[in-house]
């Protein structure tokens, strides 16, 4: 189980409302936050920051989903000289869901029993690797960086074609299945420190991912999913905004993103989340 771990002091954590109104739900990279920021977009991003810190105190409840770990994140806010922490992280594609109490990092203790539960193991997920290597379909593992202990990530570097690629991403979504994971396939974004011309493939229990994060908070705090709000830039947020009534990707979103998912706001970045959220539509 991971363990509780402090934030440090540099960052504001939200007052968790007495009666949640509204939940929202936003990716963090290139979407929350601007990797380059232009002094507009750092504007915006402390708009947003001054805005959160009054609506949870009329019932939003807000978290960021991501795909990196909560040290990744942690680590990120405090170079990017964030002000304020979100009431809830769902890290690691939503294998280590945390909410904040006095400035600790607490897992939430159904969702661990659930991961406890699935058997997800990295030898596992070796095994069905090698399983698609067998067949042709080579997945290159990630860089070493900050452990995920239930995500096992790896690159599918695109060079056979459209016809090859769309076929392999199939064989991986098939071989995901049979052996009892639930697979993230998405296209990579070098502005995020991905390889160009490349997709992530990352494998992790069946119970995770980022739908699965919105169905939990919604329940836990008994917000319809067709109340919540969710905000994405790239392929992998598409579960996510596709679980909630206003699901919205930014302006600044992937290509691929936009080719799946109708909504579309004018603005980028922390932008779009602000005026979503204070205007209560999912209109750009």
């Given at each position: ?8 002091e540099l960052l504001r954590h939200l ?253 980028p970045y922390a932008e779009a989340v ?11």
């Amino acid at each position: 189980m991971p363990p509780s771990a402090p934030t440090g002091e540099l960052l504001r954590h939200l007052v968790r409302p007495d009666t949640v109104r509204r939940v929202a739900f936003c990716d963090f990279d290139e979407t929350y936050l601007a990797h380059r920021p232009t002094v507009a977009q750092r504007r915006s991003l402390r708009e947003l920051e001054a805005y959160l810190v009054h609506a949870a105190e009329r019932g939003l409840l807000f978290g960021w989903v991501t795909g990196s770990s909560l040290t990744s994140v942690m680590a990120k806010a405090r170079r990017h000289e964030l002000a304020v922490m979100p009431h809830f992280v769902a890290a690691a594609l939503g294998t280590e869901l945390m909410f904040f109490t006095d400035g600790v990092a607490v897992p939430d203790p159904v969702w661990q029993r659930r991961i406890d539960a699935s058997g997800f193991s990295t030898d596992r997920a070796g095994r069905a690797v090698a399983a698609l290597a067998a067949r042709g379909i080579r997945l290159t593992p990630q860089p070493a960086g900050v452990e995920k202990e239930y995500v096992a990530s790896y690159y599918y570097h695109a060079t056979g074609g459209p016809e090859t690629d769309r076929a392999a991403l199939a064989g991986i979504r098939s071989a995901a299945q049979r052996h009892g994971f639930r697979v993230n396939i998405s296209r990579c974004n070098p502005l995020a420190g991905d390889p160009a011309n490349a997709y992530d493939v990352d494998l992790l229990p069946e119970c995770c991912g980022k739908r699965n994060v919105v169905r939990h908070v919604c329940e836990r705090f008994a917000v319809a999913p067709a109340e919540a709000y969710a905000f994405g830039d790239s392929g992998n947020d598409l579960e996510m905004l596709a679980s909630v009534g206003h699901g919205l990707l930014v302006a600044n979103a992937t290509a691929e993103a936009r080719s799946r998912h109708g909504r579309v706001s004018v603005h980028p970045y922390a932008e779009a989340v602000l005026h979503a959220l204070r205007h209560g539509t999912d209109e750009g």
